[in-house]
Structures are given as C-alpha cells and as structure tokens.
C-alpha cells in the first residue's frame, strides 16, 4: 500500500469536505499594467501569459495561486508564488486565509481541474475572461494535511523530473552557441552574397483551402515546421497543375525554410523532392560549395540577431522581417573540414534534443503524460457523507 492510501484510509476514509474557494480564500486582481515592467526588474510580475515579466516593486508578499483573468491564457495559465510579487490588472490572485489549506495543493488542483470547469463559465465578449464569482463558487476538496503534503510530495518530484529534462535541451543551445563562436580571424560573408533566395508565391495562383488535394506537392507554412523539421505528411498539398503554374519557390532537399512573418526566425531543414511555400516563408539555399547548407541552418538558431531586427518603428500590426534583412546577415565561414565537424557534432546534439520519437520530445512527453495521468487521479476525492 502506498503512503498516500494508507494516509487516505487512516484519515479520511469516508470521503473529504468540499469548500468553496470563496470560503478559504481571498481573491482579487492586480494594480499593474504591462507598461510597468521593465526588463531586469527585481520582482516577479505576473500577467496573463506563462512567462512572467520583472518590476522593481511589489504589489504582495504572500503565499498564492495566480492565474490569467482574460484572453487566451483563461485556463491555462496558473502560477503559484510564496513571497513578493506584482501583479497584473486582469490577472486573479488566491491568496489562501484557511489554515487547513495547503497553497502548493491548491495549485496542483488549479491545473488538474479548472481548466475544465471554466469552459461553461466564461464570459464569452471578444474576448473571453473570468469573473469574480465564477472563481468564489469553485469547489475545493480539502483533504487532512498530511494527505494534502503527500500528493503535493508525489506531484513536485514529477514536475522536477521534467525541468531536468528541460535543462538538458539549455544545454544543448550552450554548446551549440560555443561551437559557433569564432575569433576575428574567420572570412566574414553575408548570406546574400553565398546562397540564393527563394521566396513563396504572392499573386494571383496562391492557393486557396478549397484547392488543396489529399495526396500532391507540399505548399509549406509556418505551422508545418517544428523543431527544426517540416512535417511533409500532414502540410497541405496542391496538384502538379497548380504547383506548376505559380511563381514562388521550387523547393530542392535540403533548402533551409526561414519565416519572415508571424513566428520570426522559424526555420527548418527541407527534406522532400518538391515543395513551395507559403508568402511569409522564404527559402535559402548555398551557391558556394565551400559552406554547407546544414552548417547556415545551425548559425541561424543560434544567432538571435536576425529575431531581433523586428520593425519596431514602422508601424505594423504583425512584427516581420524583410528579405534583404536576412541577405544582409554576416557570418563566419571557417574551413569546409570544420563546418562539417560542427554539422556533425550538432546533429548528435540534434536527434538527442528533438527526435519526436527518441529524442528529449518523447521523453518529455511521456513524463508529462505520467505526471497528468498521476496528477489528476490524485486529486479525485469522495464527498463526505
């Protein structure tokens, strides 16, 4: 018998009170506004995404549950915080005032449950959000103490299994970087000059959802690109007919896909006979054959200097990067022998860290699955009669 049924069955064997939130905790939102963060803050800043920001002040010092009050984190999002923190104006803090409550339980519960039960309580404007009363009226199982520290024992050494897992994949982009880093003495050229550009159709024969075709020739967007791979199986397809009548790229194997538009700097290696590409992708391919094309897909994953040149200044709604900023991009050509050393070195690192069916992904997500399955099994409790 495990420790957490032996507890269950010594303490509360015929079931847990249910409580809800309102009666065990106290629930507000925030004073803060985006524009108040700043980049190396010294306090965490929660809004209404999974990353917090930074604030050098603070709004609360104390033990809470934080999760997104609006937009598309609603039920998705959740934070728990034991210390000083600012928060957002549309973000909701829990802050527990019951002393049989356990704020890392409470977390867990968030995550396995709410998600679940907001669906059917959003308010549904242009965008959805969370009122007050629909967190007041969710129910709590609160079982005794010592059941509460044990399942949240149980569900922090799943979750730290998974950061380890996560950190393995930093470190693959800290070597990769170093293996990149080179001195003055190496020839500096920049893209345009070595490789040729491939740009994806604009006029009149992109293809529209009503032309694709089951089994055709690849027409690639951004969304078909994961880490670092297209998945050709499942991009939309067009006929020959129409692949042969529009005016964008004609894709060979091993043309590198870079996005300008949308996910800045997504990229991916082609591995297919034929393919064309969507108006915000463009294709790169090397004309020299003293650099290799797989060498140049590496140097673009690490260098976030192409990231960064999004047009700031120019007033568009969707942040983009033009062609030409990309043929201006310098960088480093070492001798063939060493590029093929550091393509060779990379790629190891490469299946390691994305393989979806060997690699850290399928870890990861299998660890992830473990932990769910776990996760919510653990949080299911009999009403108490």
């Known amino acids: 018998m495990s420790e957490l049924q032996r507890l269950i069955n010594k303490l509360c064997p015929d079931g847990v009170e249910y409580k809800k939130l309102a009666d065990v905790a106290e629930i507000s939102t925030g004073l803060s506004n985006t524009n108040d963060a700043i980049e190396n803050g010294i306090y965490p800043f929660y ?6 920001l930074k604030k050098n002040d603070y709004e609360y010092d104390e033990e809470a549950v934080i999760t997104a009050g609006d937009g598309v984190g ?47 309580q959003l308010f549904q404007g242009s965008v959805p959000s969370i009122r007050r009363p629909m967190l007041n009226k ?23 299994l998974t950061q380890e897992l996560m950190l393995r994949k930093k470190q693959y982009e800290y ?21 040729i550009f491939f740009n994806g159709d604009r006029g009149k024969n992109y293809p529209s959802v009503n032309e694709y075709v089951v089994d055709g020739i690849p027409f690639i967007n951004a ?35 870079y996005c300008l538009r949308g996910s800045i700097g997504k990229n991916g290696i082609f591995n297919g006979e034929s393919g064309t590409l969507a108006s915000s992708l463009v294709a790169i391919r090397t ?6 094309n797989k060498y140049i897909y590496y140097l673009l994953n690490s260098n976030m200097e192409l990231k960064q040149r999004l047009t700031k ?20 050509i070492p001798p063939i022998e ?48």
């Open 47 to 52: 809004v209404r995404s999974q990353e917090p």
């Open 74 to 120: 609603v039920g998705k999002v959740f934070h728990y915080i034991n210390g000083k923190y600012a928060l957002h104006q549309r973000a909701y803090r829990i802050h527990i005032t019951f002393d049989e409550l356990s704020g890392k339980y409470l977390y867990y519960y968030f995550i396995s449950k709410f998600p679940e039960y907001i669906k059917s």
């Open 138 to 160: 969710f129910k709590i199982p609160v079982p005794p103490m010592p059941v509460q520290r044990e399942i949240v024992h149980i569900l922090d050494n799943f979750t730290e």
């Open 175 to 195: 070597y990769r970087d170093m293996l990149l880093n080179f001195d003055d003495n190496v020839q500096l050229r920049t893209l345009g000059e070595v490789c």
């Open 223 to 257: 969304g078909d690109i994961k880490n670092g791979v297209i998945d050709l199986k499942k991009c939309n397809k067009i006929t020959e007919e129409k692949y042969n009548n529009m005016g964008g790229a004609k894709l060979q194997n091993g043309d590198i896909i």
């Open 287 to 292: 004309q020299s054959k003293d650099i290799i």
């Open 313 to 332: 200044d120019n007033g568009a709604a969707q942040p983009n990067l033009s062609a030409q900023s990309v043929k201006n991009y310098k960088f480093p």
């Open 338 to 385: 060493e590029q093929e050393r550091i393509v060779k070195i990379l790629d190891r690192f490469d299946r390691l860290c994305n393989d979806l069916t060997d690699g850290l992904p399928a870890e990861i997500n299998a660890r992830q699955k473990q932990y769910e399955y776990y996760r919510d099994k653990l949080l299911m409790f009999k009403v108490i009669k």
